[in-house]
């Protein structure tokens, strides 16, 4: 009976938020894991996620595709992860999350390996977000090559080593003010284990061939809502100040060439405009984290797992009142 070390799994992004994530649940599961990134030197940290020799880091970068197809040689399922939150020099929305997922994906097909392809809610071919429509042309792409191939979607995902709550958990302990954009956008974030497990399953073959799936969290909130409750664990209280859209827009101009949590775009604050969560279709057909058998963890239980340090005292400071 064949095990699934018998199974090469190469993981494309594979040491991003999301793909460290990925990388451990394939482990946990016995598959061997070839990661695939433009810098495999930096990539070190992904090795104790598995037994020895069992997750082996490569050189590919999805603008060369000759380096993509000597990625995946010999792998029996290909995982694409690949995304920018931002664009700079030749890493362009396009270049990345269209064209370079239309390469892989080509790739795949003429290796003839199952593919599993991440892009994101929101992602539309008439959005008016340069990255939502690069993620909506990726997915074309993918099932244009190959279309067996499952498609998640994850709404804003939250972890230790996100960009999401811990950049706000930041800016809280830098600033008695904290500007608040899109505050009645209404997101499901979603933790990034949860759909990490989604992608492990799909290996599995638990996931529909040639199915998108949306992936959320167990709750609904506004924008407003997720930024309290991150200032409530992190027991921090600067003043929310509503910025509205053209403003934020102007000021994204300047601060798009901002270092760290100061970073925003205008495409970012496009983004904010639209609500990012599981669509009613999704439910109904049962697309959804809770279709595969995946109870979702909320912002609540985990976030307290890391956003501690960003309180005054650290891990066992006492809540203010």
């Known amino acids: 009976?064949?095990?699934?070390?018998?199974?090469?799994?190469?993981?494309?992004?594979?040491?991003?938020?999301?793909?460290?994530?990925?990388?451990?649940?394939?482990?946990?599961?016995?598959?061997?894991?070839?990661?695939?990134?433009?810098?495999?030197?930096?990539?070190?940290?992904?090795?104790?996620?598995?037994?020895?020799?069992?997750?082996?880091?490569?050189?590919?970068?999805?603008?060369?595709?000759?380096?993509i197809e000597a990625a995946l040689r010999d792998s029996q399922v290909v995982i694409n992860l690949v995304g920018v939150l931002t664009e700079g020099g030749a890493q362009s929305f396009d270049a990345v999350q269209a064209r370079g997922a239309e390469t892989i994906a080509k790739a795949a097909a003429a290796a003839g390996a199952q593919l599993i392809h991440v892009s994101a809610i929101g992602a539309d071919a008439e959005s008016p977000s340069r990255y939502a429509r690069a993620k909506a042309a990726g997915e074309a792409a993918v099932l244009a090559a190959v279309p067996s191939a499952t498609i998640f979607r994850p709404s804003v995902m939250f972890g230790p080593e996100d960009q999401f709550t811990n950049r706000f958990a930041a800016l809280a302990r830098m600033s008695p003010v904290l500007p608040l954009i899109g505050s009645d956008t209404k997101m499901q974030p979603v933790y990034v284990g949860d759909v990490a497990t989604a992608v492990a399953d799909a290996v599995d073959g638990k996931a529909k061939a040639g199915a998108t799936y949306e992936l959320g969290g167990p709750e609904v909130l506004t924008m407003r809502e997720i930024i309290?409750?991150?200032?409530?664990?992190?027991?921090?209280?600067?003043?929310?100040?509503?910025?509205?859209?053209?403003?934020?827009?102007?000021?994204?101009?300047?601060?798009?060439?901002?270092?760290?949590?100061?970073?925003?775009?205008?495409?970012?604050?496009?983004?904010?405009?639209?609500?990012?969560?599981?669509?009613?279709?999704?439910?109904?057909?049962?697309?959804?984290?809770?279709?595969?058998?995946?109870?979702?963890?909320?912002?609540?239980?985990?976030?307290?797992?890391?956003?501690?340090?960003f309180r005054a005292a650290g891990q066992f400071q006492r809540k203010s009142a």
């Open 228 to 309: 309290e409750a991150i200032l409530e664990i992190a027991d921090r209280k600067p003043m929310l100040m509503p910025l509205p859209f053209g403003l934020a827009r102007f000021k994204a101009n300047f601060l798009q060439f901002a270092p760290g949590a100061l970073k925003l775009t205008p495409d970012q604050v496009t983004l904010l405009a639209r609500d990012n969560v599981v669509s009613d279709a999704a439910k109904a057909a049962g697309l959804t984290l809770e279709g595969l058998g995946i109870t979702p963890d909320s912002l609540e239980a985990i976030a307290p797992q890391y956003l501690w340090r």
């Open 1 to 67: 009976m064949a095990s699934n070390l018998d199974t090469l799994v190469t993981v494309f992004g594979g040491s991003g938020f999301l793909g460290r994530n990925v990388v451990r649940a394939l482990c946990r599961r016995d598959y061997r894991v070839r990661v695939a990134v433009r810098r495999p030197e930096l990539a070190g940290y992904l090795q104790p996620s598995g037994k020895v020799g069992q997750v082996h880091t490569v050189q590919a970068n999805v603008r060369y595709p000759a380096s």
